[in-house]
């Protein structure tokens, strides 16, 4: 459980290393999944009451509240005309942890192994600093903590609750630890930086008949061979044009070796840098199907996940940060993984970083660790974002 007295009750003072490590710590050890979160939301809420008693101490406009399902805001209100909002995810995995760390996770089978603790402890810094610092925000500041990263998009349900249209949010900032960079380094890029991500599952129905009368069935096995190879020929030529991927890692057919398939399902993903290859290659494939399916005499279904889009970063508010952050570095080419912060650039724009934690040890290994004196690089890159004007 977390520690009944939270490291910013009390006085404030300016967040250190050490407060920052104190609240990673405390929520790596509760971690929750999903929407159910009951736990962690009370832990960052009583945080952000803390900075918001100190706010309204100082005279400030403030207040604590939740526009959605298990999703908590602190809102500091400068009363300007645009706001500037930052995001953390809440939400862990479905992970049994085996770093062996004294702090290590007390809910088995639940873990964070991909930074969300790290990215709360930013942001609940973030919102201890502003608390001491809010006369200089030249934008009222939005902090947005959301659940759902890891399955099914908490950020679109933050979006579609209207939060960002009611206070005026015109851009909006998040990071990601990130174990493939150098130990506190920041990372981004205009444009694209993400994919998209759509699961793809294609069925084939046929005909089974005993192979030594295999004219007389529809073969779905080989419908999907066909299919299979079209499909990757087609996306080579797909490559030329833009970074995208089609793969299948999962098939299943048929079922004794000596009857013809009447059953072929092909499971896989599809990745996209933009909307339009995205919806380019999902009209294409189930044309690919049926005429691989046709050829067999068999019927055919290809269904798409809707996913989420791709983590397209604003070029003007790139530019910006790049003012505020001399040291924020380019990343070459945009990265085959997905993010749910995408579904926030549909609605505003939007720039997401990577913070490196220098390790190595994979996003979701359930070794996954890194050194906290990294958050506070993340912070400070924070604390100079929202006074972009």
Known sequence: MPPAASPLAGPLTEPTTDDLRRIRRDLHRIPEVDFDLPKTVAYVTRELEAARAALLAAGERAEVFSPCRSTVCLWIDRKSERATAIRSDMDALPVTEETGLPFASEHPGRMHACGHDGHMAMA????????LHARELPRSVLLVFQPAEETTGGAKVVCESGVFERLGVDRIFGFHLWPDLPEGQIASRAGALLSASNETTVTFCGTASHIAKASQGCDALLA???FLR??????RERELEEPCLLKFG???????????????????????????????????LPRLAEEAAG??????????????????NDPALFSLAGGALPKLATVGSPLLITEDFS??????????????TGTGIPLHASTFDFDEGVLMRGLEAYERLVRIP
């Open 224 to 226: 999907g061979c066909r």
């Open 230 to 235: 079209e499909a990757y020929a087609y996306m």
């Open 124 to 131: 609940l810094g973030l919102a201890r600093h502003l608390a």
């Open 295 to 312: 050829r067999e005499g068999c019927g055919a279904e290809v269904l798409f996940s809707e996913g989420y889009p791709p983590l397209t």
């Open 250 to 284: 999962h098939m299943v057919s048929g079922e004794v070796r000596n009857q013809i398939s009447a059953h072929t399902r092909l499971e896989g993903s599809l990745r996209t840098f933009s909307l339009e290859m995205g919806a380019r290659i999902r009209r294409e």
């Open 343 to 356: 579904w926030y650039q549909q609605w505003l724009p939007g720039l997401f970083m990577l913070l490196g």
